[in-house]
């Protein structure tokens, strides 16, 4: 039963341009959600989170929009670079609990 | 300088053993956790501690025992090891929950390979 889910499991993108990673989930009580960035044998590293008041939220090149009729969102990373290369993750939790569930990943490869 | 660190990094063992990992982290948090990356690298939470407290435990074999000494510390020791026990295991940190939820911080990770 995966509250979150993330159906892409990897995206390629031409250096310079948008990636755009998506997540769906399916419990109405989340309320803040978070976007982590994965590299081969390191830990998962928090990039950026959205709270369920808000329906954009912007750093950098990092920007997450939350559609919550539609319990989605997404992460819109401009201009793409090699570097963004990684396993996000996008996960999710209830402000009332320290539990956050966590999505399946999405593999990103930025191409030079 | 690193903030939620963990020890071993890797470790290979053979099955029946009892093992430790160590966690600490240096952000002055209250909460720590262990998440499990299985093989389908699904990352699951498994234990937390708030203030050396356990408050959250998933259906996860008594095997496993989390053990906060103080609130900056939460070690995993698991017994008789299975083949199934193999997998990445993260510990993390974060604040106490707030107002708009709280991030929580991962360490790098500990390969566990049960043989």
């Known amino acids: 039963d995966q509250q979150v889910k993330q159906n892409s499991p990897s995206l390629s993108v031409q250096e310079g341009r948008i990636s755009i990673l998506n997540c769906d989930y399916t419990?109405?009580?989340?309320?803040?959600f978070l976007w982590y960035k994965k590299y081969p044998a390191e830990g998962p590293t928090f990039l950026i989170s959205?709270?369920?008041?808000?329906d954009k939220n912007e750093d950098g090149r990092f920007t997450v929009f939350l559609n919550k009729s539609a319990k989605h969102l997404s992460l819109h990373i401009v201009p793409s670079q090699p570097g963004d290369s990684a396993v996000y993750f996008c996960?999710?939790?209830?402000?009332?609990?320290?539990?956050?569930?966590f999505g399946s990943g999405t593999r990103l490869l930025v191409r030079p | 300088d690193t903030a939620v660190s963990q020890t071993p990094k890797y470790l290979v063992t053979q099955m029946g053993n009892d093992k430790s990992i160590k966690c600490e982290q240096n952000l002055g948090h209250d909460t720590m956790y262990w998440y499990k990356q299985d093989s389908k690298k699904f990352l699951k939470i498994m234990f937390s501690?708030?203030?050396?407290?356990?408050?959250i435990n998933e259906t996860v074999p008594n095997r496993f025992s989390p053990k906060s000494p103080d609130k900056a510390h939460l070690n995993l020791h698991i017994n008789s090891l299975e083949l199934g026990d193999s997998a990445v295991y993260f510990c993390?940190?974060?604040?106490?929950?707030?107002?708009?939820?709280?991030?929580?911080?991962f360490g790098e990770g500990s390969w566990l390979t049960v043989v």
């Open positions: 996960a999710a939790k209830m402000d009332s609990s320290y539990k956050l569930i």
């Open positions: 993390a940190s974060s604040p106490s929950i707030g107002p708009g939820g709280n991030t929580i911080y």
């Open positions: 501690y708030n203030n050396k407290e356990l408050i």
């Open positions: 419990n109405s009580m989340f309320d803040y």
């Open positions: 959205i709270s369920s008041i808000k």
